[in-house]
T-cell receptor, first 115, second 114 residues
Framework: AQSVTQLDSQVPVFEEAPVELRCNYSSSVSVYLFWYVQYPNQGLQLLLK??????LVKGINGFEAEFNKSQTSFHLRKPSVHISDTAEYFCAVSVASGGSYIPTFGRGTSLIVHP | NAGVTQTPKFRVLKTGQSMTLLCAQD?????MYWYRQDPGMGLRLIHYSVGEGTTAKGEVPDGYNVSRLKKQNFLLGLESAAPSQTSVYFCASRPRLAGLDTQYFGPGTRLTVL
């Protein structure tokens, strides 16, 4: 079975500063990796995903993430955050093959952008 | 496409009352999921379905039942609501095809049990 750990429950940062949200996973097989964003009082939206190929994945709103197989990590980064990036961010993992239908979500990281 | 819709958006119940949450998707997705979201707990899977007429238990199934009589609908039932079921409930769907594992989420139902 796979698992996901988001190392920080809350990340405060000032506007225009860079940010990194950390995500580590464990799995005995190949995985697909996702980052979702949840704005206040809304459902989750896909930010970006890694399925295969290039380990650097670019998503919406200027976010990117790098898949590091040796460190089993999929950290999310943005070089300069805006107030509007304040939201909850969830990392998720899904098994790439073998019939598993259940993605596993981390507990979320609350990104708080201060002016 | 409306995507994934959930009905109702808000509901307040008294302990012991029953209710059904409806999730509908118009994307012809095979898989559907019900999650609950609680502060500090992230998303926890309640039940899921891999196709019409099939359901399976997730991580926290106790106190809930589900049905998938039609491919586009996934119902979540609470037979006797308890205060511990106060939460925000999200439905999600995704296609079966490999490489298309992205889940599409509904807007959520905020349930309070008094």
């Amino acid at each position: 079975a796979q698992s996901v750990t988001q190392l920080d429950s809350q990340v405060p940062v000032f506007e225009e500063a860079p940010v990194e949200l950390r995500c580590n996973y464990s799995s005995s097989v190949s995985v697909y990796l996702f980052w979702y964003v949840q704005y206040p009082n809304q459902g989750l939206q896909l930010l970006l995903k890694y399925l295969s190929g290039s380990t650097l994945v670019k998503g919406i709103n200027g976010f990117e993430a790098e898949f590091n197989k040796s460190q089993t990590s999929f950290h999310l980064r943005k070089p300069s955050v805006h107030i509007s990036d304040t939201a909850e961010y969830f990392c998720a993992v899904s098994v790439a093959s073998g019939g598993s239908y259940i993605p596993t979500f981390g507990r979320g990281t609350s990104l708080i952008v201060h002016p | 496409n409306a995507g994934v819709t959930q009905t109702p958006k808000f509901r307040v119940l008294k302990t012991g009352q029953s209710m059904t949450l409806l999730c509908a998707q118009d994307m012809n997705h095979e898989y559907m999921y019900w999650y609950r979201q609680d502060p500090g707990m992230g998303l926890r899977l309640i039940h899921y379905s891999v196709g019409e007429g099939t359901t399976a238990k997730g991580e926290v199934p106790d106190g809930y039942n589900v049905s998938r009589l039609k491919k586009q609908n996934f119902l979540l039932g609470l037979e006797s609501a308890a205060p511990s079921q106060t939460s925000v409930y999200f439905c999600a769907s995704r296609p079966r095809l490999a490489g298309l594992d992205t889940q599409y989420f509904g807007p959520g139902t905020r349930l309070t049990v008094l």
